[in-house]
């Protein structure tokens, strides 16, 4: 819990607040210091403590579970390589960087290692799904009740069973070939309704000259340019409107007369497709935490967000007022706190120090203007924080560390003047030996809403 400490001097009093933490690796606390001499007078400061790996550690860069790092020292620099535990791999072997090297103080060509994706969970001998979907048209004037088009999905998928045991039988020859029926989804078109019927492939032996025959058998039964060929589907190509049930009076009768058939390998969402040789059939992967599936890629996490998970098709955004270093980012304990507010640092996130006199910094760029920020400057090393103070404007200044706004740089006092503020002045009331009445005179006087007096000379 934080506590405040007070430490006493021979003059003064100094007291933190909080006076002690408990951090995490990658955690921070902000201190504020207060001192007071003998005479009353009081400054304060703050000032923030991170708990971090030492830079240029092997620990400095992160990796997930499952990788292993071999760190040593290459032309003066801490270098470390990477390789996957054994039943692991990772996604795209011939495209990553397997060693980073660390210069002044920062890690290339990143402080975040890619991750690895088990093996066996996900492909023992199997190989991706080899589908076929078959996009069948059927013309109608209007539109169709979406009650009707739940029908014609019921319909169909009563035909199901039938329809599995006569394409197996059309596709096996002397090794057995096993077609399932998966699907269907009726949707509405301009001048149509259209069906999705999605067939899957299992051939006996796992070749891909028997998914390729199966695939060629399926579409020439599927080919409405063919005549007779289409006789095993009868019940997917006319579908009777009377034996469906509507509140909306009945739905029509559909016929289709125009196909198209879109066969191949696929795998689910989250999953990535790739082949290691061609003797082997494709596999379908996970995307590794750090990163999210793409158009069949793994692409890396953007700065200000991050992926725990495997598998997945979008990035999880960092907490408001935190962001990350690097992406590809596989923890939420890799967004850190941003600087903002009176602070800075060289990255823009924790540990942040106080701006100097005579500058300042407002509030960080925080979640989807952060993400904006990023995409217009094309920085990838903008983190939503302040990696410098901003000036104050010309002919002005602060009168203390840590200013937040441009409004606190004031205008320099003329020869013979000084400026107090109204809390100041009020302080120095209190401490000083002035009968009470008076004390209560005066705090009467400086509380009318007037923003800063500038006096000639003030004494107590």
Known sequence: MPSEGKGKGRDGQVTFTPSEAVLRVGGFVEVEVMAQDEHANRNKCKFQIAYMADDCSPSSLSSPPHLIKTCGMKDGHVACSIACETGYRFIDEDKITKTYMCKDKMWFPSGVTPACVPLGEYFADEPARYEVTVELTYPIETPVPEQCLKGYTESVSKNFDALDEVLSSRCSGPLPVYVRALDAVFHNT??????????????????????????????????????????????????????????????????????????????SNGEVLRQSSKEKLPECLPCPVGSANVNNTCILCPPGSYQDEEGKTACKACPDGTFTLYEGAHRAGSCLAVCGNGMYSESGLVPCQLCPRH??????????????????LEDLYFSGGFRKCTSCPEGTFTAKLGSSTASQCKMACQPGMFRCEISEILRRIENTDLPSMLSRFFRKIFERPLPILIFKELKF
């Open 359 to 376: 500058t300042y910094s407002g509030a960080p760029s925080l979640g989807k203007q952060a993400f904006l920020l990023l995409l217009l």
């Open 190 to 267: 301009r001048g149509a309704v259209v069906s999705n019927i999605t067939i899957q492939i299992l051939p006996s032996v796992l070749q891909d000259v028997f998914y390729d025959l199966c695939g060629l058998t399926l579409r020439t039964i599927f080919d409405l340019r063919i005549p007779g060929t289409t006789e095993p589907v009868r019940p997917l190509l006319a579908i009777a409107g009377d034996s469906i049930v509507s509140h909306s009076g009945g739905c029509p009768s559909l016929t289709a007369t125009k196909s198209n058939v879109v066969q191949g390998f696929g795998c």
